[in-house]
């Protein structure tokens, strides 16, 4: 299964600038893969990119409009219907990240059908899956894991592929939530298995591979997250990691959406992660760590970084102000 | 969602034993709500019960027929057919443990509605669920976790249900697997809900009780299991346990169905446990060993049931031969 790119970015009609995240992390991610956007007349969000018609975009090479944005309760409005219609007439796959399924809307299943494109509703997407095996396969993997949800793994495993794929390291960032998969055009959104798959969801993910090539596996949630352990286990059995990269937001007091439950120390969770990944890799090492420190100056963000790079012995950066060449460096050196 | 008692088993025509597990689960543990067997004239398994026509049977009250065997595919064969549409004729719910779904048969399925009776398809329930949360909840709660699948957790948590009942303590078996929500009538199959809801399931099968009330809760797999330890984490997280108590099999040399992945210890085992409880349930304590000790003499299992007691300073039994009474008692003492 995989998205057919370029898109053509539709943002509806927000005014919310977070309501584009998803859009927003395709753009700076893959630019090359955006032909353009598609607004209606009261959207006051703006990714920068040129506005295009449906036909023009199509002209341009555009192959799949993404709802590129989150809709409280995650409907489809009636009124952005009129949008998604000409795009299948002109010839576009759909791809929407929504609660409500595109192909639950008849009418749009239909038209579909009729001009020969398909809807991708990505949380919705589920292979048929063999469960884990556990069995060691050639190739290596890095995965991001974290001190919670929302700690920025997407970023980090994007991060390192770009700085990876620039030192001539043959890398691919393997997705495993929705905005994740739009950005690499395919992908598993993990947390939407059958809980009995979810290791063999993350072995189908990364599957052997040449042994000097490289798979940034995308982590989700936290072994310490009271509602979504389940899946970070999981994926990181099948996962079945060389080497881990430890997300965390400096400053952070709780595990989110749960004031009642304060956040584990970095030494905890590193720990535990170790343990829980030799399992199936016995070897696994920490690679290092990518902090968000957004809430600190940049002065105490680099003495915090320090502070954890000589706790650990491994590079700490905030990979948004500080790049994450070190743990590129890293890995190359080290392979 | 709970199934009507007391119920028919069905054991179609198997020859095997092993295949009439389930129905035998039932029948161990609830023979109250069992009132008969019926089988098909090639069948040479029986369950020791009186083999009763379907009218019979709902004449004494029978409300549910059970397809209590597996069969190979995990299909219900066509001759099987005709003693599912008697049942339903004559007012009887029908549960399978099948993976083919009864509600699939839309022969089966039209039937149902005109006879007004529900057709459970138990390894594909899937109640709309909240995503877990972690809040501390009142009651008490006793978890069976396991060195590997298949080592005994539900006839460890059926057997302390009975022995902590005999005591007099209020308790209820919660049932997490297929057998176990057909001996219990009601329960979730953990395996098959949506990986994000895994705690969700265990938080909504073990709700807030009296202070004094037992809940003991089915466990799952095993956190060292390559292919379901994601299930068994989320099971953990979200079930809370104040006590664990860990089954094992003595002698096992790998992971089931993994032979390229060796055993662990019961030390780690225990340790995993343990520190991943904590992020729900702080002051988590081990309440013993339930070890299926069938491939050594009795003398051999004593000796090892000893040894593991004194390693580990809690009861060590063999629930088959010995009984789980040394469990039922620490819990009733140490509440």
Redesign the interface.
């Known amino acids: 299964m995989a998205i057919p790119q370029p898109y053509l970015l539709f943002l509806g009609d927000v005014t919310d600038p977070l309501a584009a995240k998803t859009a927003r992390g395709i753009h700076v991610w893959r630019p090359e893969q955006c032909v353009g956007q598609n607004r209606l007349p009261n959207c006051t969000v703006s990714l920068g990119l040129e506005d295009l018609d449906i036909d023009i975009a199509v002209a341009r090479g555009a192959k799949t409009l993404v709802l590129g944005t989150a809709n409280a309760g995650g409907f489809l409005p009636e009124h952005w219907l009129d949008r998604v219609r000409s795009a299948i007439r002109a010839g576009m796959n759909v791809a929407s990240g929504l609660h409500q399924r595109l192909t639950d809307i008849p009418e749009l299943a239909a038209l579909a059908t009729e001009f020969q494109v398909e809807l991708f509703d990505i949380r919705h997407m589920r292979p048929a899956l063999p469960?884990?095996?556990?069995?060691?396969r050639s190739g290596k993997r890095v995965l991001t894991v974290g001190t919670d949800c929302s700690v920025g793994k997407m970023y980090t495993s994007l991060a390192l592929e770009a700085a990876m794929r620039k030192r001539g390291m043959k890398t691919d960032f393997r997705a495993t939530g929705q905005t994740g998969i739009l950005v690499a055009g395919e992908g598993i959104a993990?947390?939407?298995?059958?809980?009995?798959f979810?290791?063999?969801a993350a072995e189908a993910l990364s599957p052997a591979n040449e042994p000097d090539h490289w798979d940034i596996i995308e982590g989700q949630g936290s072994?310490?997250h009271?509602?979504?352990?389940?899946?970070?286990?999981?994926?990181l059995?099948?996962a079945q990691p060389h080497w881990l990269v430890m997300c965390h937001e400096l400053g952070r007091q709780h595990?989110r959406h749960?004031p009642?439950?304060p956040l584990?120390s970095l030494e905890d969770c590193v720990q535990?992660n170790l343990?829980?990944s030799r399992?199936?890799s016995a070897d696994v090492q920490l690679a290092g760590f990518a902090i968000n420190t957004s809430n600190v100056s940049e002065e105490k963000a680099r003495e915090y970084c320090r502070q954890v790079a000589t706790q650990f012995g491994v590079p700490a950066t905030d990979p948004v102000r500080f790049g994450i060449e070190a743990i590129a460096t890293l890995l190359n050196e080290r392979g």
Request: proline content about 2%; glycine content about 16%; cysteine-free.
């Open positions: 469960v884990g095996n556990g069995k060691w993990i947390d939407a298995v059958i809980a009995d979810i290791a063999g072994l310490y009271p509602s979504y352990a389940g899946v970070s286990l999981g994926l059995h099948g595990t749960l009642h439950h584990v535990a343990q829980a399992v199936t």
